[in-house]
T-cell receptor
Framework: EAQVTQNPRYLITVTGKKLTVTCSQN?????MSWYRQDPGLGLRQIYY???????DKGDVPEGYKVSRKEKRNFPLILESPSPNQTSLYFC???????????????FGPGTRLTVT | AQKVTQAQTEISVVEKEDVTLDCVYE???????LFWYKQPPSGELVFLIR??????QNEISGRYSWNFQKSTSSFNFTITASQVVDSAVYFC????????????FGTGTRLQVTL
């Protein structure tokens, strides 16, 4: 079954304690990205990756890091989480063909993060 | 810069009513893609449709239909004979063909269908 998995699904942590949210897809997609969802703001892109070792900032990258060492995995790292990073996070992957834009993006189930 | 506006924050209807969710977008690109996603109370995002800017044909899928009008930069979504299971937050999104290929989302419309 084609899917994007994220772990953990729920996380409560304290300010400053480094954490990693994992994301994995089994569709051999080149394109992966992270979004955060906040009330009244919709979803905003944090980082994206067009292939292994190719990553770039989205609209709200401050306070986050990513890496893409393998095609299937795209972890999101919060080196020093702060309360304003409390949010619902989604990982997404899609087929991507240069010049043909974004195909259907498959989203993971979401990770609800609370930073106290 | 791209922008997607969903002016309806929340809509309440009674089951079997038809309902239209509005989506207005802004982009300078001539080639772009429009999407609708559904987010039920369980929280996952469910893909509904992808439409490219060169295809202005309306689309119907069961009780769902989409009206794409480039002249008004709108991509509206209609649910016919709504059902309680349609209760969800619906997001409209826009993507260009650039290297980012990111989705720019609207703020969502919460649809509540009651008996």
């Amino acid at each position: 079954e084609a899917q994007v998995t994220q772990n953990p699904r729920y996380l409560i942590t304290v300010t400053g304690k480094k954490l990693t949210v994992t994301c994995s897809q089994n569709m051999n997609h080149e394109y992966m990205s992270w979004y955060r969802q906040d009330p009244g703001l919709g979803l905003r892109q944090i980082y994206y990756s067009m292939n292994v070792e190719v990553t770039d900032k989205g609209d709200v990258p401050e306070g986050y890091k990513v890496s893409r060492k393998e095609k299937r995995n795209f972890p999101l790292i919060l080196e020093s989480p702060s309360p304003n990073q409390t949010s619902l996070y989604f990982c997404a992957s899609s087929l991507w063909v240069p010049g043909q834009g974004s195909y259907e993006q498959y989203f993971g189930p979401g990770t609800r993060l609370t930073v106290t | 810069a791209q922008k997607v506006t969903q002016a309806q924050t929340e809509i309440s209807v009674v089951e079997k009513e038809d309902v239209t969710l509005d989506c207005v977008y802004e982009t300078r690109d001539t080639t772009y893609y429009l999407f609708w996603y559904k987010q039920p109370p369980s929280g996952e995002l469910v893909f509904l449709i992808r439409r490219n800017s060169f295809d202005e044909q309306n689309e119907i899928s069961g009780r769902y239909s989409w009206n794409f009008q480039k002249s008004t930069s709108s991509f509206n979504f209609t649910i016919t004979a709504s059902q309680v299971v349609d209760s969800a937050v619906y997001f409209c999104a826009l993507s260009d063909t650039g290297t980012a290929s990111k989705l720019t989302f609207g703020t969502g419309t919460r649809l509540q269908v009651t008996l």
